[in-house]
Nanobody
Framework: VQLQASGGGLVQAGGSLRLSCAAS????????MGWFRQAPGKEREFVAG????????RYADSVKGRFTISRDNAKNTVFLQMNTLKPEDTAVYYC?????????????????WGQGTLVTVSS
């Protein structure tokens, strides 16, 4: 599976961005998907996850109520809608796929990673 993340950019605080992650491979619909982020000087952290069918989602407390993860299995794509962005959301955002179909909070549970897309939120 190859993952290609896109949609990052520069936005003012309070604004919105929508990240996309396009996946190759016919087995995308069986994978649990996640978004992680890594800010400069910090460890990579879990942001959001979604089960293979999209029926289950989980969020980090820091983004709950502001971010929404979704997926379109017909298009092999997972999305991260980010609203009410804050300067502390500034990071490189990565999408990841797990061969297990659930939601996992540890990066160690994901088998495939996209290249990352930079989100910068100005104050």
């Amino acid at each position: 599976v190859q993952l290609q993340a896109s949609g990052g950019g520069l936005v003012q605080a309070g604004g919105s961005l929508r990240l996309s992650c396009a996946a190759s491979g016919r087995t995308f619909s069986t994978y649990g998907m996640g978004w992680f982020r890594q800010a400069p000087g910090k460890e990579r952290e879990f942001v959001a996850g979604i089960t293979w069918g999209g029926g289950g989602t989980r969020y980090a407390d820091s983004v709950k109520g502001r971010f929404t993860i979704s997926r379109d299995n017909a298009k092999n794509t997972v999305f991260l809608q980010m609203n009410t962005l804050k300067p502390e959301d500034t990071a490189v955002y990565y999408c990841a796929a797990s061969q297990s179909s659930g939601i996992y909070y540890s990066s160690n549970d994901y088998n495939y990673w996209g290249q990352g897309t930079l989100v910068t939120v100005s104050s």
